[in-house]
């Protein structure tokens, strides 16, 4: 597609309930990327996909957290259980090639009640 | 913890005026960004400066890098109301392949 497409944009849920989280990145990009970013606060880095592997997923939070990739396209991010501290922006980027522009998605609001 | 430190992180100036942002950061880089967001939404990518360069230019947007120093600053010239939005430096490595980024600075241009 012309850019990084990501769904739900904004997803209400109950404490507890699961929650899935859509990216489609920009046509034959290998790198996806997750970022969380709480209100008024930089980007926190949760993982990083190279094709369909994840070579760092050092950021992920905790076990509640995962996130897949498929097709070295569509990268899923689950958060089961959630809490009322996981509400946050969840923020997809895509990226080319080594060192190029990492471009980013609107992002999926999250709100935990 | 994040790589880029950015200061100030809030900035409050007059239309026309300039204003400046830093970035420090603390290992080795194999380039570093510059990103805009507006009201807490997607970030929009302003500038790449490479390691070996010291000064880029992007219309009213100017970039130097200090590898010696392990910073940056980000310059807007004759700043427009419109600038105002949340700027971060993000700093890139091959080894792993992210990007880190800085916690912000936040612009507020007054008309």
Redo the contacts between chains.
């Keep these: 597609g012309a850019g990084v497409s990501q769904s739900p944009s904004n997803k209400v849920t109950e404490k507890g309930k699961d929650v899935e989280l859509r990216c489609d990145p920009i046509s034959g990009h290998t790198a996806l990327y997750w970022y969380r970013q709480s209100l008024g606060q930089g980007l926190e880095f949760l993982i990083y996909f190279q094709g369909n592997s994840a070579p760092d997923k050092s950021g992920l939070p905790s076990d509640r957290f995962s996130a897949e990739r498929t097709g070295g396209s569509v990268s899923t991010l689950t958060i089961q259980r959630t809490q009322q501290e996981d509400s946050a922006v969840y923020l997809c980027a895509s990226r080319g090639g080594a060192g190029n522009t990492i471009y980013f998605g609107e992002g999926s609001w999250l709100t935990v009640v | 913890s994040?790589q880029g430190e950015e200061d100030p992180q809030a900035l409050s100036i007059q239309e026309g005026e300039n204003a400046t942002m830093n970035c420090s950061y603390k290992t080795s880089i194999?380039?570093l960004?510059w990103?805009r967001q507006n009201s807490?939404?997607?970030?929009?990518?302003l500038i790449?400066i490479?390691s070996n360069e010291r000064e880029k230019h992007s219309g009213r947007l100017r970039v130097t890098l200090d590898t010696s120093k392990k910073s940056s600053s980000l310059l807007i010239t004759a700043s427009r109301a419109a600038d105002t939005a949340s700027y971060?430096c993000?700093t890139?490595r091959?080894q792993?392949?992210?990007?880190?980024?800085?916690?912000?600075t936040e612009l507020s241009v007054k008309p």
């Design positions: 994040q194999n380039n960004q990103y807490g939404r997607g970030l929009v990518h790449l490479r971060f993000a890139y091959n792993g392949g992210k990007l880190i980024f800085g916690q912000g």
